[in-house]
């Protein structure tokens, strides 16, 4: 099986000059179970390159197992 994640490739909300991206446990909870399935994912971006991370996503009181 073969699953394709698209994550964003934008950095800035608008022109806020506040910082967003893709919310990593959107991101890693689907992730680990398609691995864990055996599935091959291949992750994209619309703008190709490696899609920004929503730096809050990776705050301490945002973690979760699956982060």
């Not at 919310?23 to 091959?40: N, S």
Request: proline share 9%; glycine share 8%.
């Amino acid at each position: 099986m073969k699953v394709l994640m698209v994550l964003t490739s934008h950095s800035e909300l608008g022109n806020t000059g506040k910082k967003t991206g893709f919310w990593l446990e959107e991101f890693a909870a689907p992730y680990y179970v398609f691995k864990d399935a055996g599935a091959d994912v291949v992750l994209a971006s619309p703008q190709g390159g490696q899609p920004p991370l929503d730096p809050k996503s990776d705050q301490p009181d945002f973690q979760t197992e699956m982060t």
